[in-house]
């Protein structure tokens, strides 16, 4: 492992057919050791409610940018927005 790299670092990812698949891509060294432990609908919902708290923080954050937004900027980024409104995420859920 890199000194870079940090090694407490915790992948989600779930179990399609029999097989561990993680929900984002990233790249391991070949003979890495891993753990692999199953989440309880406890530990689940403590990431959720944890993931929730960011969003509210990140969402804080953002409303108090947006409010020092210059008529211009806030046209641009409005603008912005309408053309890539399509755009869809995939969910990490299941496959």
């Given amino acids: 492992m890199k000194p ?3 090694p ?3 992948y989600m990812g779930h179990v399609k057919n029999g097989v ?3 929900d984002t891509q990233i790249k391991l060294d070949e003979g890495q050791t ?3 432990e199953p989440l309880t609908h406890a530990s ?3 990431e959720r409610a944890n993931r929730v708290q960011q969003l509210r923080q ?3 954050t953002w409303t108090e940018e947006d409010g020092r937004l ?3 900027e806030a046209d641009r980024l409005h603008s912005a927005l309408e053309q890539n409104r399509r755009l869809s995420f995939r969910s990490s859920a299941l496959d």
């Fill in 34 to 36: 891993v753990r692999v």
């Fill in 58 to 60: 990140l969402v804080a």
């Fill in 8 to 10: 407490t670092q915790a």
């Fill in 44 to 46: 689940l919902d403590a």
């Fill in 4 to 6: 870079s790299e940090n």
């Fill in 70 to 72: 210059s008529d211009e």
């Fill in 20 to 22: 561990i698949v993680l």
